[in-house]
């Protein structure tokens, strides 16, 4: 059974930092890509930041230049550094990844139960 599990969301005030780490555990051959979406009220999941197996990254606009996306592969962990956070980066933060279970066939699609990242005063 894989699981992945985020840790690090929490209360911040506008201008501040947080680390959202995500460890991925269970019967995992191999990871593709991992990444991070989020959610406000009443507005859909998004993409926030992905990173490939190889290491290349793509960012929302809304995040770019403040956000960090990382993995360390042999302990099977994403990392997304948050620098300069806005009121409005306030959502439930999931960890994504796709993950082969087994030596052949396709990989699938993981999720976390999310990390609540409030930026507020």
């Known amino acids: 059974q894989v699981q992945l599990v985020e840790s690090g969301g929490g209360l911040v005030q506008p201008g501040g930092s947080l680390r959202l780490s995500c460890a991925a555990s269970?019967?995992?051959?191999?990871?593709?890509?991992m990444g991070w979406y989020r959610q406000a009220p009443g507005k859909q999941r998004e993409l926030v930041a992905r990173?490939?197996?190889?290491?290349?990254?793509n960012y929302a606009d809304s995040v770019k230049g403040r956000f960090t996306i990382s993995r360390d592969n042999a302990k099977k962990m994403v990392y997304l550094q948050m620098n300069s956070l806005k009121p409005e980066d306030t959502a439930v933060y999931y960890c994504?990844?796709?993950?082969?279970?087994?030596?052949?066939?396709?990989?699938?699609?993981?999720w976390g139960k999310g990390t609540q990242v409030t930026v507020s005063s």
């Open positions: 269970g019967s995992i051959f191999s990871i593709n890509a």
């Open positions: 990173i490939t197996s190889g290491g290349r990254t």
């Open positions: 994504n990844a796709d993950i082969r279970e087994r030596p052949v066939g396709y990989g699938m699609d993981y």
